[in-house]
């Protein structure tokens, strides 16, 4: 069975104020990846790193076997 895992770190400036924007954009960058993506068991594990606005890294994506 395959599984995926997104994690998201909130403890950063892009989410001080109001995180839904930033985590909508998130979603967004990870619905635009799994667009473009083809995904095969031959492909797995698959990571991807999340990240805000200014480039920072936040979390990550994981596709595990």
Same mark, same amino acid.
């Given at each position: 069975?395959?599984?995926?895992?997104?994690?998201?770190?909130?403890?950063?400036?892009?989410?001080?104020?109001?995180?839904?924007?930033?985590?909508?954009?998130?979603?967004?960058? @990870? #619905?635009?990846?799994? &667009?473009e $993506?083809t995904?095969? !068991?031959?492909?797995?594990? @698959? #990571?991807?790193?999340? &990240?805000? $606005?200014?480039?920072? !890294?936040v979390?990550?994506?994981?596709?595990t076997?």
């Amino acid at each position: 069975m395959s599984k995926l895992t997104f994690s998201i770190n909130l403890d950063n400036d892009m989410f001080y104020e109001d995180a839904a924007p930033e985590i909508s954009r998130i979603f967004q960058d @990870l #619905s635009n990846f799994a &667009k473009e $993506t083809t995904l095969t !068991k031959k492909d797995l594990p @698959l #990571s991807k790193p999340l &990240k805000d $606005t200014n480039g920072n !890294k936040v979390g990550y994506l994981k596709i595990t076997k």
